[in-house]
């Protein structure tokens, strides 16, 4: 049997150690990764928590603005039924996320899945039934009805119970460290449903303007009792976290803005209730300064979840730390040389590469500027070079862009009446040849429609020149806003307007004609004072035929106009039915 050289000797010794060294490595990186992912998986169940817990919240904000819905005066208050609108989008969207969380790993959690269905289904009820209640005015809103509402609102935050029970005890299970942190939360989520409650309690006296009954000023102390239950809690539970950085001051917000703000405030409207609901304050005051004040246990309750994630966070990046210098204690015995090839293949190979490829970006036009690679001084001038040629480039392209602006913004200023936005005259003249032109290659017609603003000169002359612009102004942009987008308006000269219509026959230009005819009728101008004034408009409408000229098309138009104006104003003239079967023959 050959004897082993030295070289295999020491070859066989490193490899040997270098395998006792990889296995003891092994079993570290092994242990450091359970570690990493056990705090990974407490982060992503407490982030599902806390989500459930912000649905939760969402919703009842969203209970708010419909409580705020259901008590106003106004059957059509467009701001709060946007705000309520906005409110259930925050909701849906809420549900939606946490939905789709939760069924990443639906074999966790089966009950969540039931509950955010049950959710859904009992929100869109509850919300049928707020919209029909809303619609009604205030005096025929019943207290039944509207204690419906808020009964099946708080259905919605009980299904929704189970979800923030089973996620949480989820959380828990992978990290005890944040137990007390989850069960405070928990029972501050119910402090805020508690809470909002209480209020609900006096929703139906404050919209019905009567006095607040013994039975609901019993149920509202019963909540109150069980909220001081809590606050006691929340005192003692709190030492397990002193030092966590504002948790502290959350909880004297909490003490001061619901517990002495709120509290004074349920006090005050029980004591004016009491006898009368003559003295009760507004819903809408009241409930912006009962949500104000019920804000701060949110607060609370989003500092304890951020104080946990926090700690959980910490765990994960104390174990990814430790796996990491293992990993990196294992590789330096062999780093060297692949450090070597890293160093030669980032540091030379890449950036060319990186040059030739802005180098041809610069080429077909891209001057977004490049990461500068990390290397030698040779390589810093190549990208210096390529800076100065893409710097040259980009004055060249920003020069051609302030040409095209200045091209484009002379041509609209030539072609658009100043005071109307709409088209001047020689614009008009030069799209009616045009559209001409084409018409008699491709056999078809076009129609034009002139309109001149009635008794406009008594305008001016009782209202004045600014008000006669603002009747030109909103006749301009009402005609913009009724045609089409292939139909041309444009301002003919005065007060008279001009729109083409192609591909038109005589019935749709008298139909064009009609409609501008009633909606500027229908329009109106917002004078000083609070008076508006309306305005109506007389029509003259002609048809193109094959040797039409621009000319021919504005006389016969102009002609149909001038008849309108001596028959009454008012009314459309031209292409009447018998003269359509005249020109057909």
């Not at 990974?40 to 919240?57: C, F, P, R």
């Not at 790993?105 to 919300?127: G, K, Y």
């Not at 030669?344 to 950036?351: E, F």
Request: net charge positive; proline share 2%.
């Amino acid at each position: 049997m050959r004897r082993l050289t030295l070289d295999q000797k020491f070859q066989l010794c490193s490899l040997v150690i270098v395998l006792i060294t990889a296995a003891l490595a092994g079993q570290l990186i092994y242990h450091s990764y359970r570690e990493f992912r056990l705090n990974q998986k407490s982060l992503e169940n407490l982030s599902l928590y806390h989500a459930v817990l912000d649905a939760a919240n969402v919703l009842a904000a969203e209970r708010g603005e419909t409580f705020r819905l259901i008590s106003d005066l106004r059957v059509h208050n467009y701001p709060q039924r946007r705000a309520v609108a906005q409110a259930r989008q925050r909701s849906d969207g809420e549900l939606k996320q946490i939905a789709a969380l939760i069924k990443r790993h639906q074999e966790d959690f089966v009950v969540s899945i039931q509950a955010v269905d049950h959710a859904r289904r009992d929100l869109t009820r509850a919300r049928e039934l707020a919209d029909s209640v809303a619609d009604k005015p205030l005096a025929r809103r019943g207290g039944t009805e509207i204690t419906q509402v808020i009964d099946e609102l708080y259905y919605v935050a009980n299904d929704l119970r189970p979800a923030i029970i089973e996620t949480g005890m989820h959380s828990v299970e992978t990290d005890r460290r944040i137990s007390y942190a989850v069960v405070m939360s928990r029972m501050l989520g119910l402090a805020r449903e508690h809470a909002g409650r209480v209020g609900a309690q006096l929703m139906v006296p404050l919209i019905k303007r009567e006095a607040i009954g013994a039975d609901r000023q019993q149920r509202i102390g019963n909540f109150r009792e069980r909220l001081n239950d809590m606050a006691e809690g929340f005192k003692q539970q709190m030492s397990n976290y002193r030092m966590q950085s504002g948790l502290q001051q959350a909880r004297e917000a909490m003490e001061r803005d619901y517990f002495g703000e709120g509290y004074r405030l349920l006090d005050e409207v029980l004591q004016q209730g009491s006898h009368s609901g003559d003295r009760l304050p507004s819903v809408m005051a009241f409930t912006e300064r009962y949500t104000h004040a019920m804000r701060s246990v949110e607060q609370m309750q989003e500092r304890l979840i951020q104080a946990a994630a926090e700690q959980s966070q910490q765990g994960v990046v104390n174990a990814k730390r430790e796996a990491v210098q293992v990993l990196l204690l294992c590789g330096a015995l062999i780093g060297v040389l692949i450090a070597l090839l890293y160093t030669s293949r980032r540091r030379l190979l890449l950036p060319l590469l990186q040059a030739r490829h802005g180098i041809i970006e610069l080429a077909e036009g891209n001057l977004m500027p490049l990461r500068r690679p990390r290397s030698g001084p040779e390589v810093e001038k190549l990208f210096d070079a390529l800076d100065t040629l893409r710097s040259s480039q980009e004055k060249r392209v920003q020069a051609e862009q302030r040409l095209s602006q200045l091209t484009q913004q002379l041509k609209r200023q030539a072609e658009t009446d100043v005071l109307t936005g709409v088209h001047n005259r020689r614009a008009l003249e030069d799209i009616g040849e045009q559209l001409l032109t084409h018409a008699a290659l491709g056999d078809w017609r076009v129609g034009l429609v002139m309109f001149d603003i009635d008794h406009f000169k008594k305008v001016n002359d009782v209202h004045g020149h600014p008000v006669g612009d603002l009747v030109l102004k909103m006749v301009a942009q009402t005609v913009l806003e009724t045609c089409r987008n292939e139909d041309n308006v444009g301002r003919f000269g005065g007060e008279e307007f001009i729109v083409l219509v192609p591909l038109a026959d005589a019935k749709a230009v008298r139909a064009v004609a009609e409609k501008l005819r009633r909606v500027i009728a229908g329009a109106s101008v917002q004078l000083p004072g609070g008076r508006t004034l309306s305005v109506t408009a007389s029509f003259g409408v002609s048809l193109s035929c094959a040797r039409s000229t621009w000319g021919d098309l504005v006389s016969e138009a102009d002609t149909a106009l001038y008849q309108a104006k001596h028959s009454g104003r008012n009314c459309v003239v031209g292409l009447e039915p018998a003269e359509n079967s005249a020109s057909a023959a």
